[in-house]
Each structure stands twice: as structure tokens, then as C-alpha cells.
């Protein structure tokens, strides 16, 4: 079992960026693929961003692509999720999962493993 915790969330301006941090506990986070979706109010939980236990492998929504970037360091055990040029759309929870195996990364119900959330609010 993995417990995940976010970190990073904030207000920031239209076209700013803020980096979030997914911090995992436990001694197996090198063995999990990992995913961060967001949810706005009143909206359903969508995928952003997924990358594979060694990382050579990254996956993003098309919304995202060119201004978000996923990375992780398993010997921090912590995923990260740099989003640059956000958009006052993007205002929403952003949770980070863990997979203990995925076959199709954007599909919430692969996810075992899922944090508390942070919050992201855009301004305009």
C-alpha cells in the first residue's frame, strides 16, 4: 500500500506556473506508475498527466500538451507536475495516483492509490 500526499497548490495569475509535488510513503514507489488528474467544481476528475515506474514513459492530456511536464524521482519518491502558462479554466483539485500497473494511463479506474488533492485556483 501507498499513501500520497500533494503539495504546491496556490492562486497564480493567468499565464503563470507553479510546480506540484506528490510525495509517496512506503519503499515500493519505483514500482508504481504514477498520474495526476484535476476535477473543477461541479465537473468530473479528468487525467493530466501520467509516467511509468522508471519514467521513460510519459503521457498528457491534449489540453495540456507543450505547457505541462511530468516527472518523478523514486529516490525522493515523489512525482512532480510542472504546469506552465496556466489558464483561468484550470482553476480545479489536482490529485496525484498511483498504479500498481496501468494499461491505458488516462483511465481514472486504473488508479489503486489516490492523494488528498491541491487545490489550483487561476486567476484572470
Known amino acids: 500500500q501507498v499513501q500520497l500526499v500533494e503539495s504546491g497548490g496556490g492562486l497564480v495569475q493567468a499565464g503563470g506556473s507553479l510546480r506540484l509535488s506528490c510525495r509517496a510513503s512506503g519503499r515500493t514507489f519505483s514500482s508504481y506508475d504514477m498520474g495526476w488528474f484535476r476535477q473543477a467544481p461541479g465537473k468530473e476528475r479528468e487525467f493530466v498527466a501520467a509516467?511509468?515506474?522508471?519514467?521513460?514513459?510519459?503521457y498528457y492530456a491534449d489540453s495540456v500538451k507543450g505547457r505541462f511536464t511530468v516527472s518523478r524521482d523514486n529516490a525522493r519518491n515523489t512525482v512532480y507536475l510542472q504546469m506552465n502558462s496556466l489558464k483561468p479554466g484550470e482553476t480545479a483539485v489536482y490529485y496525484c495516483?498511483?498504479?500498481?500497473?496501468?494499461?491505458?494511463?488516462?483511465?481514472?479506474?486504473?488508479?489503486?492509490?489516490w492523494g488528498q488533492g491541491t487545490q489550483v485556483t487561476v486567476s484572470s
Open positions: 509516467i511509468s515506474r522508471g519514467g521513460g514513459s510519459v
Open positions: 495516483a498511483a498504479a500498481t500497473r496501468w494499461t491505458i494511463p488516462g483511465v481514472r479506474y486504473e488508479y489503486d492509490y
